[in-house]
């Protein structure tokens, strides 16, 4: 998969650990569908974010993406919270 220069730093970790983990999850799954490149976009919307999917393992995932992650395009998510059983 073709990337940009910024792309293979961002692969290469030079924009920090959680653009390093996005990108390198954005290639894998470019590579599985065939695609040539990444596209431009303006807008994104996070789904499924919820601690009924997630579970503990999720929440210590995500909490590991936010020490360094950042947000380069508008990002809207659902609201979600965990659920007292």
Not at 16 to 32: C, D, P, R, S, W
Not at 41 to 65: C, D, F, H, K, R
């Amino acid at each position: 998969m073709e990337l940009t220069s910024e792309e293979q730093e961002m692969a290469a970790g030079k924009h920090g650990k959680a653009a390093q983990t996005a990108m390198n999850i954005l290639v894998t799954l470019g590579e599985i569908y065939g695609a040539k490149k990444l596209i431009d976009i303006t807008s994104v919307q996070i789904a499924g974010v919820s601690y009924a999917n997630l579970n503990e393992p999720g929440l210590a995932w995500l909490e590991e993406m936010a020490k360094d992650g950042k947000v380069r395009t508008f990002t809207t998510l659902n609201p979600a919270g965990k659920l007292n059983s």
